[in-house]
């Protein structure tokens, strides 16, 4: 049905708004031409001013122009969005189905959000400045000669190349305003101030595979391409990301690389900084606040950032003179945003590769399944590290200690605490692995069976003895521990199973003399805390380390021997068939800790189930095996990666508002052919934070037929009143 459109005699501007309803919002604007498109503006909407992005520019509007309103403000303050953001935005809004306006403004940093235009916030600790070329070419007799400050201060940049806050202070207090300002002017940039504890280290001479994996890329570094780089543990994955770094360096382009975990950025910053100390280098992560992310994000937009280090919310970031993309750990889990839009950073990462024709890497030991798959049918190019970087680093040897007949006394068996004890004589670091913070994952009534639960999920509070209190895990409530069964009455009431708190005390038990460090997320919860283990961790103050995933991805200990994995095996018989692949992938990552440099590895896995096929892989270092037996399961099973998946996702107070909700959605569309449409059902986790949740999968071996169906179902579901339930589609989702 065509629309009918009207003229207007002035522009209109349409505006994208974080709004839940897909659709732009038109307003008229004096002033504007196309070269406006992707400046922030304020708006009227209903009775307040919100912000929004200029989308596009039109002379007509679908509404008449008497009731068009007019644009508050234009913001100038920082250049247009690129187009090529603009792009990556539509595609997210396509393929996800989700709101433009929200997808827009979500992936920009906060401060670009409000209402009101950002000041120059420019961050003066840890931070040398210097002139640009535009600076350099400033007629110092330009400036009038009463401004004696900024003359001095152009003067002494000239000079001295490059100078620190400090440095500036002493020529005038004025001097950080004027810096300000030149930096907005264009005439002064950044860049980090090399860190004092960056050691400059030697350079290593690249092995053979390491070679072959730079040189084949760099052949074709101008070039669009998925390479699959899957290089065991302790490969020197690391040494080709750097090597490609300086080839793209070379050429003044830029370089996105995307790792999992905020906790890896300061190593990654460190190693990144001490092989290119005058390379302007930017974090961005959830860990930064607003100001410190806004200055990163316009560094990096302005292109001043040559190397841009992050994690999945990074991949939103400008980049305008982009030569390569490296995704790390690419099969990591936390690529996918896991609430409202529901993206994975890897996959909008080589869309983006797509589009700006250069090559992208991901990296791994153990690939995701569909990255595996699609190298193998050549839809990714392959390239492989074999063996250990560091000469004569061999893989450890993978042991499983079975504990149906060996007893476990709090949470560790006999040859474990002998293989400790053997470690610390050797004053080598061992680390338990144990993937459950907390003391206990369970408190127990011996009396009536109770266990507490929390009141909004569908979850087992967690006992943190030393806090006396009990944890939600999901949704963050907390309780003072009790000291009798809520439910009957008893006090003998007990902490059931293990957490990182119970075997540390235990290990400190067993060995009163060792110098024991727990990390995980509450350990570490306090700023500094994460970057004080680390050091000590390097310079040999800690013996044991008790740590769960936060430890096991990435980390470089050189004096790292033994590696102790305790329980594991409940992945095994889950119903997410993700699960063997994801176990597979932690422990083999947290395996690969050990025996990384002089030292030899040794790994010690409790389990029931030793004869398993998962163990065995593990044991002969053999992802190819086990990637191919689940690759054929799958298959049989019609299994992503053969088929595509969506899931829509319901919540509501009550779980049959849920379900009846998503019965009614499937009755909205003709079933076509090619596609699969799943009973509703409620999610395994039923409750979460006061809500319940059920979902309805669709599914089909065409990509393109399901995204052809998605995006007629969502036209539909956004045409129905859904008050009482919030629904949304996760596309290619990572789980239930
Ligand atoms: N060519 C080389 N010669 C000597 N040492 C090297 C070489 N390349 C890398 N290394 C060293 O090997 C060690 C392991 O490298 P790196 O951490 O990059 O491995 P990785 O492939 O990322 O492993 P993981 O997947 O376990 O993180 C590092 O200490 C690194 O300095
Ligand atoms: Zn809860």
């Known amino acids: 049905m065509p629309a009918t459109r009207f003229s207007c005699h002035m522009p209109i501007i349409r505006v994208a708004l974080n709004i839940p309803v897909n659709t732009l919002f038109d307003y008229v604007a004096s002033n504007v031409n196309m070269q406006d498109i992707g400046l922030r503006v304020r708006v009227p909407f209903g009775k307040k001013s919100m912000t929004g992005v200029i989308m596009a520019i039109d002379m007509n509007s679908h509404m008449a122009a008497d009731k068009l309103k007019a644009v508050e403000y234009i913001f100038r303050d920082i250049p247009p969005l690129p187009a090529a953001l603009l792009d990556i935005f539509h595609f997210c809004s396509r393929y996800y189905h989700h709101p433009l306006g929200r997808i827009v403004l979500n992936g920009l940093p906060g401060r670009l959000r409000d209402n009101k235009p950002i000041k120059p916030a420019v961050q003066t600790t840890h931070t040398l400045f210097r002139l640009t070329d535009i600076g350099y070419a400033v007629d110092i007799h330009s400036i009038p000669t009463r401004n004696t400050v900024a003359r001095r201060l152009l003067t002494q940049l000239r000079e001295s190349g490059t100078i620190n806050n400090q440095d500036a202070k002493q020529i005038s207090p004025r001097t950080s305003k004027l810096l300000k300002e030149f930096i907005m002017c264009g005439w002064v940039e950044t860049i980090p101030a090399p860190a004092e504890t960056v050691q400059p280290t030697p350079t290593p001479i690249p092995t053979d595979e390491q070679n072959n994996a730079i040189n084949t890329i760099t052949a074709e570094i101008r070039?669009?391409?998925?390479?699959?780089?899957?290089?065991?543990?302790?490969?020197?994955?690391?040494?080709?990301?750097?090597?490609?770094?300086?080839?793209?360096?070379?050429?003044?382009?830029?370089?996105?690389?995307?790792?999992?975990?905020?906790?890896?950025?300061?190593?990654?910053?460190?190693?990144?900084?001490?092989?290119?100390?005058?390379?302007?280098?930017?974090?961005?992560?959830?860990?930064?606040?607003?100001?410190?992310?806004?200055?990163a994000w316009l560094q990096a937009q302005n292109g001043q950032a040559k190397i841009i280090l992050g994690t999945r919310l990074a991949v939103f970031t400008p980049l305008p003179d982009m030569g390569l993309i490296i995704v790390d750990e690419e099969q990591d889990n936390s690529f996918k945003q896991q609430d409202r839009l529901r993206y994975s950073a890897r996959d909008i990462a080589i869309f983006r590769?797509?589009?700006?024709?250069?090559?992208?890497?991901?990296?791994?030991?153990?690939?995701?399944?569909?990255?595996?798959?699609?190298?193998?049918?050549?839809?990714?190019?392959?390239?492989?590290?074999?063996?250990?970087?560091?000469?004569?680093?061999?893989?450890?040897?993978?042991?499983?200690?079975?504990?149906?007949?060996?007893?476990?006394?709090?949470?560790?068996?006999?040859?474990?605490?002998?293989?400790?004890?053997?470690?610390?004589?050797?004053?080598?670091?061992?680390?338990?692995?144990?993937?459950?913070?907390?003391?206990?994952?369970?408190?127990?009534?011996?009396?009536?069976?109770?266990?507490?639960?929390?009141?909004?999920?569908?979850?087992?509070?967690?006992?943190h003895l030393s806090e006396r209190k009990l944890y939600c895990h999901h949704c963050g409530y907390q309780t003072p521990l009790p000291q009798a069964c809520l439910q009957c009455g008893n006090q003998n009431i007990v902490p059931f199973g293990h957490g990182t708190q119970r075997v540390e005390a235990a290990l400190t038990a067993h060995f009163p003399d060792a110098r024991i460090l727990r990390i995980d997320r509450d350990s570490i919860r306090r700023k500094g805390t994460w970057h004080a283990a680390l050091k000590?961790?390097?310079?040999?103050?800690?013996?044991?380390?008790?740590?769960?995933?936060?430890?096991?991805?990435?980390?470089?200990?050189?004096?790292?021997?033994?590696?102790?994995?305790?329980?594991p095996d409940s992945a095994l018989y889950s119903t997410d068939f993700r699960a063997s692949e994801r176990l597979f992938a932690q422990l083999m990552q947290v395996a690969g800790r050990a025996g990384r440099a002089a030292v030899p590895g040794k790994v010690l896995i409790q389990t029931a189930f030793p004869n398993h096929p998962l163990y065995h892989a593990l044991r002969q270092h053999d992802y190819d095996v086990l990637a191919k037996m689940l690759l054929s399961e799958r298959k049989q099973a019609a299994l992503p990666p053969f088929v595509y998946q969506a899931l829509l996702r319901a919540e509501a107070h009550n779980i049959h508002t849920a379900l009846a909700f998503l019965t009614s959605a499937a009755g909205m569309v003709e079933v076509s052919q090619n596609i699969e449409i799943f009973d509703p059902v409620p999610a395994p986790m039923v409750r979460l934070k006061g809500l319940e949740h059920a979902h309805l999968l669709v599914q089909s071996p065409s990509r393109k037929k399901l995204q052809a169906f998605l995006a007629e179902w969502y036209r539909k579901l956004n045409s129905i009143s859904t008050r009482s339930v919030r629904w949304v589609l996760d596309v290619d989702p990572s789980g239930f």
């Not at 005058?278 to 992560?285: A, M, Q």
């Not at 993937?435 to 266990?451: D, E, H, Q």
């Not at 990435?554 to 102790?564: A, M």
């Open 353 to 463: 590769a797509r589009q700006g024709n250069i090559p992208i890497i991901l990296g791994s030991a153990t690939p995701s399944l569909e990255s595996y798959y699609n190298a193998a049918i050549g839809r990714y190019r392959s390239l492989r590290l074999s063996s250990r970087a560091v000469k004569n680093a061999a893989l450890p040897i993978v042991h499983c200690v079975d504990i149906r007949t060996n007893k476990i006394k709090d949470g560790l068996s006999e040859p474990m605490i002998l293989a400790l004890r053997n470690t610390l004589a050797q004053k080598h670091q061992s680390l338990i692995f144990i993937n459950r913070r907390g003391y206990a994952p369970v408190l127990f009534c011996n009396s009536c069976a109770w266990i507490a639960i929390c009141q909004r999920c569908t979850s087992r509070l967690v006992v």
């Open 536 to 567: 000590a961790i390097h310079a040999q103050q800690v013996d044991i380390l008790i740590g769960t995933q936060l430890l096991a991805k990435g980390h470089d200990f050189p004096n790292l021997s033994l590696v102790g994995i305790l329980n």
């Open 223 to 295: 070039e669009f391409n998925v390479w699959l780089l899957q290089g065991i543990t302790g490969s020197g994955k690391t040494e080709v990301y750097l090597r490609l770094i300086a080839h793209v360096l070379s050429q003044e382009k830029q370089t996105l690389v995307l790792i999992p975990e905020i906790s890896l950025t300061p190593q990654l910053e460190t190693i990144f900084q001490a092989r290119f100390p005058n390379t302007p280098l930017v974090s961005l992560h959830s860990g930064l606040n607003d100001t410190q992310r806004a200055i």
